[in-house]
């Protein structure tokens, strides 16, 4: 509950910092644009040259492109800021400063920074989405969008481990400063079904690199195609996941012998 | 040119020894730069699988998207911002009076951090190669493999050149990231880095053939994979020379244009 309170003045305090950049809103706005665009350039060309690709039509997979938008623009808002910059609080000692303070560690560094503009992307993921669930003819009923949605929290919160996992590895490899770009460049799967991928792939990308939970489970969901079972699923594995990344973070912590002072 | 060759030999040499203390973050960077391709290899596949009628076959494609992150790295430049803050915060006026040019150590760091990448690639290609050998296009003798490297330099050239063009226009502008951006983000698309050229759409062939990003990234990858014919080898390269002349002649142009113009900040 706490800790719920000292979210909120973290965002109130972001809100406040980004009206003080408006130029920087604007910018991040034409770039996440451009790039949705971009972005559904392949799904659009793929289209020209089939009418479906494993039962997915092109309106689906354009309503899917729409989640992933979503998805990546509320980790660029609330997660991204605070994991980019992990490796120099572990590398350069800063870690000192947070361990004192009388909060956990773990929720300070992961939730601390916030960066209200990319809230753009979630909106034009949305828009995109419904235009793909228009186009699709697809009129998913309250208990399908409540599915998703808890999908795509469960998405959220696996990614969040994920990626997590990987800047931690910093603990005991120290020079991983740039991983964040394995974890968006393996993100951009999320683009596509996972039936667009072969067998080994799709295990890959639902248990390893959970992004399926994330887009394309949300949208069978919204087609009704799935069933509380997976939902379930979702749940467990991300309870599985949070306390797997609580181990790992206390883990590091013990070798963590700070780089200054 | 012969004495800036062999600042250029000791600047790349001082450039590498302390580029590698980040070889960790090469390798990563190198992870990440063969993700992408692969992921577009596994989906086209895919559609080829479930019947789409595409106007390339399977074999193109695997060679394509397998070859596409050695040729995105070796042609990439990243100078563009460094170059345009250098510009804009007085930084070229110390290298004024220095006997080299301000851009010969970015022609260094350019060279110096492609050589290590390689060292950081090539294993991870060889990898997906062997995953995806037998649908390899593996054209016979040596001739189109020299072709190929030659057309990467001449593509790196051109890369290199545009993004002095862009940098350069800091000597009138306060803030060019945004063209920055745009070049990255047109280049993406043009150079055939997000989708083989081969797969735009037909009315839009006479435009994509002939404007200079094809001769970035995608023609190079072309001689390998592709069936293109000695002609239209022999045109594209005509092409591709052409760009690397008319682009460096321009660049040299605007270039002595804004060191006229230049009213060095901070001196």
Request: glycine content about 8%; some cysteine.
């Amino acid at each position: 509950m706490r800790h719920l309170r000292l979210w909120r003045r973290f965002f109130a305090q972001a809100v406040v910092r980004e009206t003080h950049y408006r130029a920087h809103f604007l910018t991040t706005l034409l770039v996440g644009l451009v790039q949705l665009g971009l972005g559904i350039v392949p799904t659009l060309l793929l289209f020209g040259f089939t009418q479906e690709v494993h039962g997915w039509t092109r309106a689906e997979v354009i309503a899917l492109v729409g989640v992933y938008q979503v998805v990546t623009g509320l980790m660029a808002t609330f997660i991204g800021p605070n994991l980019n910059r992990m490796t120099s609080y572990l590398t350069e000692g800063e870690l000192d400063a947070v361990l004192l303070r009388p909060v956990s560690s773990q929720f300070y560094l992961t939730f601390r920074w916030i960066n209200v503009a990319e809230l753009s992307n979630v909106a034009s993921g949305i828009i995109v989405l419904a235009f793909g669930l228009v186009q699709s003819g697809l009129t998913p009923n309250v208990g399908q969008v409540l599915q998703a949605v808890v999908l795509v929290m469960c998405g959220l919160v696996l990614l969040t481990a994920v990626w997590s996992a990987l800047v931690y590895s910093a603990f005991w490899l120290q020079s991983v400063g740039p991983i964040g770009i394995v974890y968006l460049s393996v993100v951009e799967a999320g683009r596509y079904p996972l039936t667009f991928f072969p067998v080994p792939v799709r295990s890959f990308l639902t248990f390893v690199f959970p992004v399926a939970f994330a887009t394309t489970y949300p949208l069978q969901a919204l087609s009704g195609d799935l069933g509380w079972g997976s939902v379930g699923l979702g749940i467990g594995l991300s309870v599985i996941a949070v306390l797997l990344i609580r181990l790992v973070w206390q883990r590091g912590l013990r070798t963590y012998a700070s780089a200054s002072s | 040119m012969i004495r800036n060759l062999r600042i250029l030999r000791r600047m790349v040499a001082a450039e590498i020894a302390q580029q590698s203390i980040y070889r960790g973050a090469w390798v990563i960077f190198m992870l990440a730069n063969i993700c992408t391709p692969l992921i577009s290899l596994l989906i086209w596949r895919t559609a080829l699988a479930n019947g789409a009628q595409l106007p390339v076959d399977e074999r193109y494609i695997t060679t394509y998207f397998v070859l596409l992150g050695i040729a995105t790295m070796t042609t990439s430049s990243w100078m563009a911002g460094f170059l345009a803050n250098d510009i804009r915060l007085g930084k070229l006026s110390s290298w004024m009076v220095r006997p080299a040019s301000l851009l010969l150590g970015f022609v260094a760091n350019n060279l110096s951090e492609k050589f290590l990448k390689v060292f950081a690639l090539i294993p991870m290609l060889g990898v997906v190669w062997w995953i995806f050998r037998d649908s390899m296009n593996v054209p016979p003798g040596f001739g189109r493999w020299a072709l190929f490297v030659v057309t990467l330099v001449l593509g790196a050239i051109l890369v290199f050149t545009i993004d002095i063009l862009i940098a350069a226009f800091a000597f009138w502008m306060d803030d060019v990231s945004a063209l920055v951006q745009a070049r990255v983000i047109i280049g993406s698309v043009l150079s055939g880095a997000v989708v083989p050229l081969a797969l735009m759409p037909e009315w839009s062939r006479g435009f994509i053939n002939y404007q200079p990003y094809r001769y970035t990234v995608s023609f190079p990858v072309e001689i390998v994979a592709g069936n293109l014919s000695s002609t239209e080898l022999m045109t594209g390269l005509a092409v591709q020379i052409g760009y690397v002349v008319a682009v460096g002649l321009l660049a040299r142009f605007v270039w002595a244009a804004g060191i006229r113009a230049y009213s060095a900040v901070g001196a």
